[in-house]
């Protein structure tokens, strides 16, 4: 329990987009958390950080004139196998 959560994401194989509001109160937490998955990563290819602009954390519940739907099913279209 005394390991940090996101100290061995960087080994992470799969793909993994993180879908983000450029306004969302974690925003920081996202880019954080994204450049550790990657740095020192030799599995980069298949990570996507995705920014919505002026979006925040609740507008991408249930706001779809804002999600980018075409962005994440082009991301899954190319990642998932």
Same mark, same amino acid.
């Given at each position: ?10 080994? $992470?194989?799969?793909? %993994?987009? %993180?879908?983000? *509001? ?21 599995? =980069?290819?298949? @990570?996507?950080?995705? =920014?919505? *602009? *002026?979006?925040?954390? =609740?507008?991408?519940?249930?706001? @779809?004139? $804002? $999600?980018?739907?075409? @962005?994440? =099913? ?8």
């Amino acid at each position: 329990m005394n390991m940090p959560i996101l100290h061995y994401s960087n080994e $992470i194989r799969n793909a %993994v987009l %993180v879908v983000h *509001g450029e306004k969302a109160h974690s925003y920081y937490f996202g880019k954080d958390a994204y450049n550790d998955m990657i740095n020192g990563s030799k599995y =980069t290819d298949n @990570k996507e950080f995705l =920014t919505v *602009g *002026g979006a925040v954390h =609740t507008d991408l519940y249930d706001r @779809k004139d $804002i $999600i980018p739907f075409d @962005k994440i =099913t082009n991301f899954l279209v190319k990642n998932i196998k």
